[in-house]
């Protein structure tokens, strides 16, 4: 995996490469395919920032870490990544499990006893029987339920942004909180819920 490294008013040190590399190809183990990655490192109000991007063939994923050393803000956003991969990987082994098309089972045709005919007699008149056609029958075998599984429930706490946001601001939000719902209202009042399709976009629902 090709590795591109940017340093923003600071210094990236060989232990930080090393880490970083480590971490990716962590990830590139989960994504499969992986082209390039890219790390940036900067500060932002007295915090060391690190901002990690990776891109696959069908997936691109961004994760972002805040904390006071660089060390400690490149762990996070690693592990932000690593949960994003580890999702689109269960995603990606769920959807071969599925059944690609329905068994057609054909029935095999019915016997019947063949009764002799009794014989007209000259008082008995005579009826014509019409010779019914053997037809085959198409049985449909339906896929198995689903079993149910139980929901996992949060507290509303965490997936609600109490300060005003933009919609540009709630998706890196989501992003670093690792998120795939977040409920949140713009600087105007307006109210919106970002959640994260099973396809991996993200999807912005206005509440009326």
């Not at 990544?81 to 990987?89: G, T, V, W």
């Not at 053997?134 to 198995?144: E, G, K, L």
């Not at 997936?159 to 709630?170: F, M, R, S």
């Amino acid at each position: 995996m090709e590795v591109e490294f940017t340093a923003r008013q600071v210094k990236i040190t060989k232990a930080l490469r090393t880490q970083a590399e480590e971490g990716l190809e962590r990830i590139g183990e989960l994504l499969g395919n992986s082209t390039n990655a890219s790390v940036t490192f900067g500060v932002e109000r007295h915090q060391q920032v690190v901002e990690l991007k990776v891109q696959a063939r069908a997936q691109k994923i961004a994760a972002t870490g805040k904390a006071a050393t660089q060390q400690g803000a490149l762990k996070q956003a690693i592990e932000h990544a690593e949960n994003q991969a580890r999702r689109y990987r269960d995603r990606r082994i769920g959807s071969k499990r599925l059944p690609k098309e329905e068994k057609v089972l054909t029935a095999p045709p019915v016997s019947r006893t063949k009764t002799r005919a009794a014989q007209p007699t000259e008082d008995t008149p005579v009826k014509l029987t019409r010779s019914k056609a053997r037809a085959s029958i198409a049985v449909h075998s339906f896929p198995a339920k689903p079993a149910v599984v139980e929901p996992h429930i949060l507290k509303s706490s965490e997936a609600i942004a109490l300060k005003p946001l933009t919609v540009e601001e709630a998706v890196k939000e989501a992003e670093f909180r690792d998120r795939d719902l977040l409920v949140f209202h713009t600087p105007a009042g307006a109210m919106f819920v970002l959640h994260r399709r099973r396809d991996g976009k993200m999807e912005l629902v206005e509440i009326p």
